[in-house]
C-alpha cells in the first residue's frame, strides 16, 4: 500500500530499479586483468552546418595516446562468432558491450564515464577478439571494472532483459539499449540482433561449463578452474 501511494504521489513509475545486492551471485569465467588503452588519431569530416553533410575527410598525423587501466571480460564462443558474418559479429559485439555499461550503474555504484566498452570503427579491419570487454576509463584503473568481473553473469542477464523488452525497432537500436552517448565511435557499428545472440550464446556457454564442472569435480578433489589467458593486441 506504502508503495502504491508513494507512486500515486510523484506520478511515475521508476525506469529503471536498482538491483539490491542481497542476490545469490552466478559463478562465472570472466576475469579481471590489467589492459592498454591506446586512442589512435586518424582524422575528421568537414561537415556543412545545418545540413551535417560531409565536405571532405582530413587526414591527421598525431602520435597515439594510450594509458594502463584495468578491464573486466568475458570469452565469447568461437561457434558464435561462426555462425554470424564477420561484419555483422563486430557490430553484435559493440552493441552489447554498450547494452552492458547501461545496465552496471543498476549494480555498482558509478557514473557512466567510468566504464567504456571495446568501441568499433567502420574503417577498422583488424582481428576481432572474441571477448565482451569493460575496463576503467582512468589511466591506473578505478577498481569498478575488478567490481565488474564477479557480477559478469548478472549483468549479461540484464542486459539480454534489456535488449529483449526495449521496443525500438532496427539493427541500430536506441539510447535505452545499445547506443551510448559516450560511445567513442559515434555509435556507427551497431547491431541489436547479433548482440542478443552473442549474450545468449555466452550465457548458455557459462551454463553448461558449470553444470559439467561441478559433475567433475565430484569425482576428482581439488580440481581447479582452468586459467584463460588474456588475449594482448
Ligand atoms: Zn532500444
Ligand atoms: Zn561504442
Known amino acids: 500500500m506504502a508503495l502504491r501511494a508513494h507512486k500515486k504521489s510523484f506520478g511515475y513509475d521508476c525506469a529503471y530499479t536498482a538491483r539490491i545486492s542481497n542476490m545469490q551471485i552466478s559463478k ?5 586483468d ?23 575527410t582530413v587526414d591527421l598525423l598525431l602520435p597515439k595516446y594510450s594509458y594502463e587501466s584495468q578491464s573486466a571480460w568475458i570469452r565469447v564462443p568461437q561457434s558464435i562468432k561462426a555462425a554470424v558474418e564477420i561484419k555483422d559479429f563486430r557490430a553484435g559485439l559493440h552493441a552489447a558491450g554498450h547494452a552492458l555499461l547501461n545496465v552496471v550503474p543498476l549494480y555498482i555504484i558509478c557514473h557512466s564515464s567510468d566504464l567504456a566498452s571495446e ?11 572474441e571477448r565482451i570487454l569493460l575496463y576503467d576509463q582512468r589511466p591506473g584503473g578505478t577498481g569498478i571494472s575488478a567490481q565488474v568481473q564477479p557480477l559478469f553473469t548478472e549483468l549479461l542477464t540484464a542486459a539480454l532483459e534489456l535488449l529483449t523488452s526495449c521496443c525500438c525497432s532496427g539493427d541500430t537500436g536506441c539510447p535505452n539499449c545499445v547506443q551510448s552517448l559516450a560511445c567513442h565511435e559515434y555509435n556507427e557499428v551497431l547491431d541489436k540482433d547479433v548482440a542478443v545472440i552473442i549474450i ?5 556457454a557459462e551454463k553448461s561449463y558449470f553444470n559439467g564442472f561441478s559433475r567433475v569435480s565430484a569425482n576428482i578433489s581439488g580440481a581447479a578452474l582452468p586459467c584463460i589467458g588474456f588475449p594482448r593486441k
Open 28 to 32: 562465472t569465467t570472466a576475469q579481471t
Open 34 to 56: 590489467t589492459c592498454k588503452v591506446t586512442t589512435t588519431w586518424f582524422g575528421f569530416y568537414r561537415v556543412r552546418k545545418g545540413s551535417n553533410e560531409i565536405l571532405d
Open 119 to 129: 568501441c568499433v570503427n567502420p574503417h577498422d579491419t583488424r582481428y576481432v577478439p
Open 200 to 204: 545468449k550464446g555466452v550465457l548458455e
